[in-house]
């Protein structure tokens, strides 16, 4: 089992490999890569740092304790009708995503989010929308 705060969940969508040293890559990549080939992998959702957090690099202040953060997790969550200590598959999340999120909605809950002007983020609904899970990274 995984914890994962809200806004990662939209984070994993929109993963492509890129990330903030090579030891958060690593572990973002692996996380996804295990949810991506095993959807019944059971998250718990957390208020604060999670299993992506632990590899978010040191070098000042810390992102991942940042009141902004803490908003976007409770919007995010918010929005899929989730709650901070549920405990739930990946599969059920992204049927969450299917339930209640469309791409346009990350313009307004990810609207400080720096990695928002990829437009990855968008995509990745999309494609759980479609039913295509999460997208390969290679």
Known sequence: MYKLRGHHIFCLLGYRGMGYSKEYVENMTKLHQTLRENPKTWIQLVRGPDK?????????????????????????????????????????????????????????????CSWRLYGVCEEGIQEILEGKGLREVK
Request: net charge negative.
């Open 52 to 112: 992506l957090c632990e590899k978010y690099p040191n070098s000042g202040e810390y992102h991942c304790q940042d009141n902004n953060i803490y908003e976007r997790d409770s919007n995010i969550l918010d929005k899929l009708g989730l709650k901070v200590g549920q405990v739930l598959s990946w599969e059920d999340i992204e049927s969450h995503i299917r339930q209640y999120v469309v791409p346009a909605d990350i313009k307004n809950v990810c609207e400080t």
